[in-house]
């Protein structure tokens, strides 16, 4: 499988958390840097990152994505002990930070990742801060899609 980059410049979707949307009723939505090594941005770059079931996380002043998946982009080619899901740095301001460690201390708040995407060659992640939705609320979000579909069809 050869190698190739996308061809629009300013942005194209890496992976999308469409779950995330779902789940969670997203108040704001934030870009973010991500640390990767290189051949974790060769992988990603080919298509192979999953971020459904991913988190943010505020530690020691920093933000961290947790259990996002990058599998090895040459699986025979990778240094040993490579953690497929391991924790990556986010890269914020400090003011940033600030806020969203502000945000988290209302109980029902997270912090999501809700898609990657490539931004003149760097690779993004927006992610959204939101409350969990329960279980009605997802039920009308259900029909209130259904009823738009039909709506569009007549």
């Known amino acids: 499988m050869p190698y190739t ?7 194209s979707t890496i992976a999308e958390n469409r779950r995330g949307r779902f789940d969670y009723e997203i108040k704001e939505a934030m870009e973010a840097g991500i640390e990767l090594a290189g051949f974790e941005v060769k992988s990603a770059k080919g298509g192979s990152f999953q971020i459904a079931g991913a988190h943010v996380l505020i530690r020691g002043g920093e933000a961290w994505l947790v259990n996002a998946h990058i599998p090895p982009y040459q699986p025979k080619n990778m240094p040993e002990g490579y ?15 600030v806020q969203l460690a502000g945000t988290l201390k209302d109980k029902s708040a997270h912090i999501i990742p809700l898609r990657a995407y ?9 992610i959204g801060i939101g409350r969990s939705r329960r279980k009605s609320d997802k039920r009308e979000a259900l029909k209130k899609r259904a009823h738009n579909r039909e709506m569009r069809a007549e």
């Open 83 to 97: 953690e497929e899901d391991r924790a990556r740095r986010l890269l914020l301001s400090r003011d940033e930070i």
């Open 118 to 126: 490539l931004k003149h060659g760097y690779i993004k992640i927006e």
């Open 5 to 11: 980059i996308p061809m629009d410049p300013v942005t």
